[in-house]
């Protein structure tokens, strides 16, 4: 159970915030989203209504409206500044406004301000936004509704423009008072096969025989406990193509709107190949704060985030390759490192590293990130070694913007992969740093497993890098390409590749073709891929591959109010007000002039309350401020037609912890901890040796199920020793109960069949048979590939 400190009072006000309703048309790999805010004032004075709420940081905000009592307000894309000055003016001079801004610190973070809503009144205010789909591991195109905002950590120095520093009302989910709904069309040419969600969902309705239309709605009562995630199947996802759309002619020349822009679509076929970098300085840095003692999703049944952790660096260090130097770092209010600097990856070095990971807790407070980096950053590099660094976190971070920026100072040393773990992960900082230094980033919620996903990750890092990347286009005579996307100097197998370009030039009357090719290197070998596209744009009334590209282009300049540099201050602002796209300097605003009703006095201000979905199995303690507390405390007091409901305001979060066993390896139990077979799975994984092989012990015997003497009788000697029969035995034990996670154990699998063929030689066909037989599995001896 949850006790909650300091809590503040009831809110006797009516919360103006009805309801949200949001529509989502998908097209391919492009969502273009409209969401309304539906607001009514039940009060009798005029209100001004603050509403903070999450976007994915990919996303290009190009409209907000107003329809208040039946008449539209279209909002004006202004200087931030300017925004906020005619804002003020407007409420002051008894206008209705409307104001809304991307947070200064953080591009996953917006607040919406309605001012001067009249008693009696009803407002619905629309935003609409694009963003392009990330393509998941299995084929998925997975699109996100952010719903969840968790309270941020905000680290000394700093912005202190945050709107986040706004200390708003925070309830129970039970206690919140508007409700979302949520309606998505989609629409593919290669045909639909399935959508799956995270949330309860309609029937999907296909609106054709041939499954190129659906429809699927959020099902009512959402309780805003976890964001709205679609994954979306098609039949065929890595197909490239080229997208061609028209631009508005009449703007002047150099206009971002002007001519038409193109949005390509690669799916290089690198191939598989063993991991051949046996070098590298692979550092983990692991988040600790208290909010890592929740549970990875909003079951109760599932798994703590810490625990997942553990679980993790297990699997990560037995995946390490030898001849590698490694090193672990835990992060929350400070930071600890388990050595003073990188070591060589060696028995003694591994089992030192267990033996900490086994007593990791989520007990170092807050999530002060930027320290620890920059302490990384400041050790001296190992030759021959380049720096891959792996960072786990839920992102509860308000100054995205700093993180990022000292990741993108020291991206020449270093490749950042990044994991966002559990719902309302900062996007901003999640994507950020792994963009800004060539990795890749990974979102953690629900029912995926931390662990799989993670692997997936260093087997990506492992693998031989892709050199000499180049695109070429291959227009009619009179037309050239103008590239828009940040030069792509690093290529992941598996990885979807989207590139924007701005066609310059005159456009062919007749129809005609155009080509484009991308060039790479790997191992010495030149791959290419090619597509070819009719060059005739086609129109799109919002301009969605304009207003993303445009997003792209921001996201190389925008580094927020205080650490963009100056020489990308101005063309940031200026990209933002000619794509019409809302950035850190920009916000948009709508004013009612035809309201001028004198305001007497300030108006009653209402923040509109957050969902508290931080749930540990340790008190959380919340600190207020007191100023806070009285003015919400002693106002309205409790009456008996109104009960009180809790509502707090949050400073700063801290956890007191508890001990918690790494799956069973630590003794008492875990309420958490997963099922048996996963359990004897992470206890197998643990007792691997660094150079891949086991040792023949009770342990072992105790994960097989079988007893020492057993396995000791069976031994054929004469063939191989003790240790070839234990990590035989064992290789055959996961693919016999492992298999479907072998995406968790297939690289400390390679290290150990490495080590057989060594070890065992031209026996180890009869040794295979004999331990198959021996533990009685079906597993195919071919899998040994002798």
């Not at 804002?87 to 947070?103: M, N, V």
């Amino acid at each position: 159970m949850v006790h909650f400190y300091g809590l503040l009072t009831l809110q006797r006000e009516p919360v103006p915030l009805k309801s949200i309703s949001v529509s989502v048309s998908i097209y391919e790999f492009v969502a273009d989203v409209s969401a309304t805010l539906n607001y009514e004032n039940e009060e009798k004075v005029p209100l001004e209504a603050v509403f903070l709420f999450p976007m994915d940081e990919d996303s290009a905000v190009y409209s907000f409206e107003a329809l208040v009592d039946g008449k539209k307000i279209v909002a004006e894309l202004q200087d931030k500044m300017k925004a906020r000055t005619n804002y003020e003016k407007a409420i002051s001079q008894g206008h209705q406004a409307f104001l809304l801004e991307e947070d200064s610190s953080s591009r996953d973070v917006f607040s919406c301000n309605v001012g001067n809503l009249q008693p009696g009144s009803k407002a619905a205010v629309t935003l609409k936004y694009v963003q392009e789909l990330p393509l998941e591991t299995d084929g998925a195109l997975r699109f996100v509704l952010p719903a969840v905002l968790n309270p941020r950590y905000q680290f000394s120095g700093s912005s202190k423009d945050s709107c986040l520093n706004v200390k708003t009302p925070i309830i129970p989910v039970e206690d919140l008072p508007y409700t979302l709904s949520m309606v998505a069309t989609i629409d593919s040419k290669h045909g639909i096969e399935k959508v799956q969600s995270n949330c309860p969902l309609s029937p999907t309705e296909y609106l054709g025989e041939d499954k190129t239309s659906a429809q699927v709605s959020l099902a009512a009562g959402h309780k805003f406990d976890r964001d709205v995630e679609l994954l979306i199947y098609y039949s065929e996802v890595h197909t490239p193509s080229v997208v061609l759309e028209t631009g508005m002619p009449k703007m002047k020349p150099g206009h971002l709107m002007r001519d038409p822009s193109a949005m390509v679509s690669f799916y290089p076929n690198i191939p598989e190949d063993q991991p051949s970098n046996t070098c590298g300085e692979f550092v983990f840095l692991m988040d600790r704060s208290g909010s890592m003692q929740s549970p990875m999703s909003s079951q109760d049944t599932s798994q703590l985030r810490i625990q997942a952790a553990k679980e993790t660096l297990i699997l990560l260090l037995k995946s390490l390759p030898m001849g590698c130097y490694f090193n672990i770092y835990g992060f929350g209010s400070s930071y600890e490192a388990y050595f003073p600097k990188s070591v060589k990856y060696t028995q003694q070095t591994m089992e030192e590293a267990l033996g900490r990971v086994k007593l990791i807790q989520a007990d170092l407070g807050g999530t002060e990130i930027l320290a620890p980096l920059q302490n990384i950053y400041r050790g001296p590099s190992i030759p021959g070694h380049p720096l891959q660094l792996f960072v786990f976190t839920d992102g509860e971070v308000t100054d995205t913007f700093s993180v990022i920026k000292e990741v993108r100072i020291n991206r020449q040393k270093h490749r950042c992969f990044s994991f966002g773990i559990g719902e309302g992960a900062s996007t901003s900082l999640i994507k950020g740093i792994a963009r800004a230094s060539g990795g890749t980033s990974e979102f953690i919620t629900g029912k995926d497993r931390m662990q799989s996903k993670a692997l997936r990750t260093l087997k990506r890092s492992l693998q031989p890098v892709v050199e000499d990347v180049s695109l070429s286009w291959h227009l009619p005579s009179g037309l050239s390409a103008k590239m828009l996307s940040p030069e792509q100097t690093v290529i992941f197998r598996g990885q979807r590749l989207i590139i924007y370009a701005q066609l310059t030039g005159r456009m062919p009357a007749a129809e005609t073709t155009g080509k484009v090719c991308l060039k790479y290197t790997l191992q010495g070998k030149t791959f290419e891929d090619k597509v070819t596209f009719p060059v005739q744009p086609k129109p799109d009334v919002n301009f969605t591959i304009h207003r993303l590209a445009a997003k792209s282009l921001l996201q190389t300049k925008d580094m927020g109010l205080r650490d963009t540099p100056a020489s990308d201050k101005k063309d940031a602002l200026n990209l933002s007000l000619e794509s019409g796209i809302i950035s850190s300097f920009t916000a948009f605003i709508a004013i009612n002039k035809e309201l001028n009703k004198p305001v007497q006095g300030p108006l009653a201000h209402r923040d509109i309350p957050r969902p508290m979905l931080l749930r540990a199995s340790a008190p959380l303690k919340i600190r207020c401020q007191s100023g806070f507390r009285k003015a919400l405390s002693s106002d309205h007091p409790p009456s008996a037609s109104q009960p009180r409901r809790r509502v707090m305001c949050c400073e700063a979060v801290s956890f007191q912890m508890d001990n918690y066993s790494l799956c069973g390896l630590i003794n008492h139990k875990d309420r958490h901890s997963p099922g048996f077979g996963e359990n004897h799975l992470v206890q197998l994984i643990y007792h691997q040796n660094a150079n891949g092989s086991w040792d023949l012990n009770e342990d072992l015997a105790k994960v097989l199920g079988v007893s020492l003497e057993e396995i000791t009788a069976a031994h054929p000697a004469e063939l191989v020793d003790s240790s070839g029969w234990a990590t035989i035995l064992a290789v055959i034990w996961l693919h016999g109960n492992g298999k479907d996670l072998k995406c968790e154990w297939e690289l400390l699998e390679r290290k150990a069949m490495a080590w057989m063929r060594v070890h065992a030689g031209s026996t180890m066909p009869l040794v295979v048979k004999a331990a198959i037989t021996f533990l009685k599995l079906s597993v195919d001896p071919a899998i040994f590939a002798f």
